[in-house]
């Protein structure tokens, strides 16, 4: 029971996720509401990725991110975006369930460099650094679609579109 405290949401979270992955049309992957905003493909990719960041956090001790590429191309469709996710999530699923409460308490590192970014248990980084963050890009997602005006789906209940609103 202490596991499933610890790790509470996660599965709930990747799910809506999934669904926010499917609504995206090819056609618009390219599309961004402001210069300085990235593309819909460029922003679901980013989210896609996060999970490999979140396996980082229950395989290694540290993530280093000045020895990954600084940002990742694009994916042109989205049936690879999803295909990528449901992966990665399975990957994930593994992890977590291989994990104990003591790995979760381990203390996780991300640095850039000689930099110390955040250091914390990895049960916090993963919730934090991992599914905070997939969270937040997936609601960015949400405004990109609502600005294209494609029917958003709900994600802690239903949304305008799936209420007919």
């Known amino acids: 029971m202490e596991k499933q405290l610890i790790i509470g949401d996660v599965l709930n979270e990747l799910a809506m996720t999934r669904r926010v992955l499917t609504s995206l049309p090819d056609e618009k992957l390219t599309w961004r509401p402001h210069t300085k905003s990235m593309t819909l493909g460029g922003l679901a990719t980013h989210l896609v990725n996060l999970l490999n960041w979140q396996m980082a956090i229950l395989l290694y001790l540290e993530l280093d991110l000045s020895t990954m590429p600084r940002q990742r191309e694009a994916l042109e469709k989205c049936e690879d975006l ?31 460099g000689e930099h110390i970014i955040l250091r914390q248990p990895r049960a916090i980084a993963l919730r934090t650094f991992g ?32 209420l007919g609103q």
């Not at 699923?93 to 790995?103: A, R």
């Not at 979760?104 to 590192?109: D, P, Q």
């Open 131 to 162: 599914l905070s963050h997939m969270i937040h890009h997936r609601a960015q997602l949400g405004v990109y679609l609502r600005l294209l005006d494609i029917p958003v789906p709900g994600h802690y209940g239903p949304s305008a579109d799936e």
């Open 82 to 112: 999803l295909q990528e996710f449901d992966t990665n999530v399975a990957k994930l699923e593994q992890l977590l369930s291989e994990s104990d409460v003591k790995t979760l308490a381990e203390e996780w590192t991300l640095r850039n």
